[in-house]
């Protein structure tokens, strides 16, 4: 054998020893599909299950939900109060006694409430009820993250004055995901057809304000011994802030 044939095997028989050792340093992976692909599959298959339950919930709203969301006050009874006057010696009319009905509330108009009842419903329950259409969307998405994550402390709910004030009317305080999806509908429903006036005027005759007191009329009596109309800032703030919770601060 030449040296040149010597040559041509050294140089072949290392070739053949470097490529062995590349596929040791770097097997093929045979069989595994690319990240790539699957990230691409896992989305396509997200994005079809997400259309799929769109589409069941659309159907679901339009179906179950929308047939329900109006709500006409009118044929609602309010199971108002009813009171006797008497006409003294003098030709004044006095009252002589309220009869309760369902439960301790007396009528007031909105023009008759202090303006201060009214902010501090708002201050306290609603800060956007003069902005929204019905339902605060912000407030709305903050309650459902914060009660799966409990990012605060605070407890707090996602409805408006105008929610608030439907549930109150109504009576229909079920706590199931289905009573809280119509009553944003019928929050919607409701604002189309009813100005903020009426809204408030609705609520502060409906809210529970402790001792057997329905509506900020009775309340006043009750706690003050006065008429609505007469009522002072510090009074009105001290009737509203009983709504947070009616058994501990009334």
């Given amino acids: 054998m030449d040296e040149r044939e010597q040559n041509q095997q050294s140089t072949s028989g290392r070739s053949r020893q470097d490529t062995t050792h590349r596929q040791r340093r770097h097997p093929r992976k045979e069989g595994r599909l690319p990240i790539g692909f699957i990230i691409k599959t896992l989305l396509l298959i997200f994005i079809c299950t997400g259309v799929i339950f769109t589409g069941i919930f659309a159907v679901y709203i339009a179906t179950c939900i929308i047939p329900n969301a109006h709500v006409d006050v009118s044929e ?106 119509t009553e944003i509908f019928r929050a919607l429903d409701f604002e189309k057809t009813h100005s903020k006036e009426d809204i408030m005027e609705l609520y502060l005759n409906n809210i529970y304000l402790g001792h057997g007191c329905y509506g900020v009329k009775t309340a006043a009596q009750v706690y003050f011994g006065k008429d609505v109309s007469e009522l002072t800032l510090a009074e009105c703030a001290d009737l509203i802030g009983i709504t947070n919770n009616p058994s501990l601060y009334d």
Avoid: C
């Fill in 76 to 181: 609602i009874s309010m199971s108002q109060s009813s009171v006797i006057f008497y006409e003294n010696s003098e030709g004044e009319w006095e009252e002589l006694e309220t009869l309760h009905g369902g439960k301790n509330s007396i009528w007031a108009d909105y023009d008759t409430m202090p303006e201060y009842l009214s902010l501090a419903a708002i201050a306290i329950e609603d800060k956007r009820f003069l902005q929204h259409n019905g339902v605060d969307w912000r407030r709305t998405a903050a309650a459902v993250v914060n009660l799966f994550v409990h990012y605060s402390d605070d407890t707090f709910g996602g409805s408006t004055l105008t929610q608030q004030t439907i549930k109150n009317v109504t009576g229909d305080k079920e706590g199931t995901v289905k009573r809280k999806i």
